[in-house]
């Protein structure tokens, strides 16, 4: 095995392709984000998930911070899964949960969209 330390992106990289590598790469493919993430980097929601430039400052802190071998900016915190269902998203402060609702009619559709989706593969 190559003896040398390898930097996050080249150790991530490599362990994705099955090389050897020095150590196992720490990485999350969701958000780390908490609340005393944003206090230690010094970027908060929901500035951070709307924004770009606090966007990448707050993932980059993942790395910075952290340890982690990768950087993404996966603050989803449920909105994806928010907007599909046609639900009110509000992010009113750092330390709270992405409150929603959805129409019922939408949250019913969803199995049944499953189910027409297996049905015909």
């Known amino acids: 095995m ?5 930097t996050a992106r ?3 990289v490599r362990a994705l392709h099955g090389e050897r590598v020095d150590r196992a790469p720490v990485a999350n493919p969701t958000s780390i ?3 005393e993430l944003q206090r230690k980097a010094g970027v908060y929601f929901p500035q951070a998930h709307y924004e770009a430039e606090p966007m990448a400052e707050l ?3 993942g ?5 982690y071998d990768m950087v993404a900016p996966a603050f989803g915190a449920g909105t994806q ?3 599909a269902l046609d ?3 509000d992010i009113i402060a750092p330390e709270c949960a992405v409150p929603v609702t959805a129409p019922l009619a939408n949250v019913v559709a969803i199995p049944e969209a499953v ?3 297996h049905a015909h593969r």
């Open 33 to 35: 984000v908490t609340l």
């Open 115 to 117: 189910i027409d989706y």
């Open 2 to 6: 190559d003896e040398r330390s390898f």
């Open 63 to 67: 790395h910075t911070l952290c340890g």
């Open 81 to 83: 899964e928010s907007a």
């Open 87 to 89: 639900a009110g998203i």
């Open 59 to 61: 993932a980059l802190a």
């Open 10 to 12: 080249e150790r991530f």
